[in-house]
C-alpha cells in the first residue's frame, strides 16, 4: 500500500482526506501494525477503503491479512435461523394475523443484516465514496463523459483521450502545463473524456483496468493487471485528424 501511495504521487495526508481515515492508522497499516483499527472488522473496511482509492484488489489485500494475521469472519450457525423460525411459530398461535406479519417483517430483516454483517458485505458499505475530479477552470482543457457523442474529427493541436473503466482504478489526467484535469478513482462500468491543447499527461495505477481511446483510436489496456504505468498523448496522435 505504501509504495501504491508513493506511485500515485499522494501523501498520508492526502490519503487520510480521501478515505477519512486518521493518518495514524494509514501509517500503521502500512507498517503492518493494525492496533489502531479497533479489530478486524474495522481493519477490513480500512484495507478495502485505501486499496480502492489508490486503485488496488480489495478482496485481494482483504485476503492477505486474513491468512497472515489470523483475522476471519464469523459464521452464521443455521440454529440462529431456526430459533426466530421456532420463536415466530410459537406467537403465532397467541397474536392476530396483523402482529404475526408485523413480526415476521422484522425478524427478516434482523436476519438480512446479520447475513450481510457477518458475510463482510457490512465493510463494503463503510468504503469511501469515488473521487470527485479536482477540476482548474484555466487549465485550457475540457471534461465530458464519454457518452456525449465525439466529434468525428480532431481540430489540428489538440487530444481527446477516453478512457473506459472494466474493473476501479486510480488515475490522474494533466494537462501540457502540468494543470490537473482529474484525479481520483474511476468505477467499475465508467468511462470518462478529456480533451486538451498540445498533450495529456496520464498516470494509471491499475493498467489493466482500462482501456484507452485516443483522438477516436482504441489503443486497448495499457499494461497489465496491477501495473502503474505513465502515459504522454500528443496532438496529431492516433486517430482521425
Given at each position: ?81 431456526f430459533k426466530v423460525d421456532n ?155
Amino acid at each position: 500500500m505504501a509504495e501504491a501511495r508513493q506511485r500515485a504521487e499522494l501523501t498520508v495526508g492526502q490519503l487520510s482526506s480521501r478515505t477519512f481515515i486518521r493518518e495514524t492508522i494509514i501509517e500503521g497499516i502500512e507498517r503492518d501494525d493494525f492496533s489502531a483499527c479497533g479489530g478486524d472488522f474495522y481493519t477490513r473496511g480500512h484495507i478495502r477503503a485505501i486499496a480502492s482509492t489508490l486503485g488496488l484488489d480489495p478482496d485481494a489485500l482483504v485476503r492477505e491479512y486474513e491468512q497472515e494475521h489470523g483475522g476471519s469472519r464469523p459464521n452464521i450457525r443455521a440454529s440462529t435461523l431456526f430459533k426466530v423460525d421456532n420463536l415466530l411459530h410459537q406467537r403465532s398461535h397467541r397474536m392476530p394475523n396483523w402482529t404475526m406479519l408485523a413480526a415476521v417483517a422484522v425478524a427478516l430483516i434482523v436476519v438480512v443484516v446479520l447475513v450481510r454483517l457477518l458475510s463482510g458485505s457490512g465493510e463494503k458499505a463503510g468504503q469511501t465514496a469515488v473521487e470527485l475530479p479536482v477540476v482548474h477552470p484555466n487549465a485550457g482543457a475540457h471534461h465530458a463523459r464519454a457518452q456525449e457523442p465525439a466529434a468525428a474529427r480532431v481540430p489540428n493541436g489538440t487530444v481527446v483521450l477516453k478512457v473506459y473503466a472494466r474493473k476501479p482504478s486510480w488515475i490522474t489526467v494533466k494537462d501540457a502545463k502540468g494543470h490537473a484535469m482529474f484525479q481520483g478513482t474511476l468505477p467499475e462500468g465508467a468511462a470518462s473524456t478529456w480533451t486538451g491543447k498540445d498533450k495529456l499527461k496520464v498516470v494509471i495505477g491499475d493498467a489493466g483496468a482500462v482501456r484507452l481511446e485516443v483522438n477516436g483510436k482504441d489503443l486497448g489496456t495499457p499494461g497489465k493487471d496491477g501495473q502503474t504505468v505513465r502515459r504522454t498523448f500528443a496532438a496529431g496522435g492516433p486517430g482521425p485528424r
